[in-house]
């Protein structure tokens, strides 16, 4: 069973939605026992990072996913997710994040060309940078889709992907039995659901 973390906050339909398409047993849940059983765990996100990192706090799941990630259990986040993983976020203000991965969230808008919009919005090629298993039924250069004003930076022990946009952005990260996903997998076609089948497989 997959457990689809449940805030507040989340691109949480659509993962759901992928999840039953490549026929995996899923649940949105809050509740610790449910996520206690279950083998592997999502962590969404869209928005703001202080007010999703917040509601996470709140809800008592920011302690619960750390618990879990100790324990041995494959986590991956997914976009506002993925930044949550790190130590901390500079999107308004300083924030922390879960300390999960070293590193820290940047605006994009430091690294890439003044002409370039804000934010990155469509397809990309991802530029696999080292042997992962989420990467199992995917290949260097294949798109997935992504909408960010940040990025993960400082981050290069952990980054297994890049897309370029302007600069290398960090586009996929992995420490442990921790997966990040900075493009959106249940928007990104079959890639994407390839992406979520072989996370459920490690």
């Known amino acids: 069973m997959i457990a689809i973390i449940d805030y507040g906050v989340g691109n949480i339909f659509s993962l759901y939605s992928s999840f039953k ?3 995996k047993d899923v649940v949105l849940t809050n509740d610790e026992r449910i996520i206690n059983s279950c083998s592997h765990i999502i962590l969404p996100g869209v928005g703001a990072f202080s007010d999703a990192k917040r509601k996470l ?10 618990e879990q990630v100790k324990s041995g259990k494959p986590m991956m986040g997914i ?11 500079f999107e308004y203000g300083e924030h922390d994040g879960l300390g999960l991965i ?4 940047q605006p994009i808008a430091d690294v890439i060309p003044k002409e370039l919009k804000i934010p990155h919005i469509g ?5 696999i940078t080292k042997a992962c298993p989420i990467f199992k039924y995917v290949k ?13 930076a400082d981050c290069e022990e952990s980054t297994i992907a890049t897309c370029e946009y302007g600069s290398q952005l ?3 990260v992995a420490h442990e039995n921790v997966y990040g996903c900075q493009f959106h997998p249940e928007k990104s076609g079959e890639v994407g659901l390839n992406i979520l089948k072989a996370f459920c497989e490690v």
């Open 79 to 89: 976009c506002l997710g993925m930044q949550m993983l790190f130590d901390k976020s």
């Open 21 to 23: 398409f490549i026929g």
């Open 123 to 127: 397809w990309n090629s991802l530029d």
């Open 57 to 66: 706090d709140e809800s008592g799941m920011a302690q619960v996913v750390k």
């Open 102 to 105: 070293k590193g820290s969230v």
């Open 140 to 152: 260097n250069g294949d798109h997935v889709y992504f909408v960010h004003s940040y990025w993960a």
């Open 170 to 172: 960090t586009a996929a």
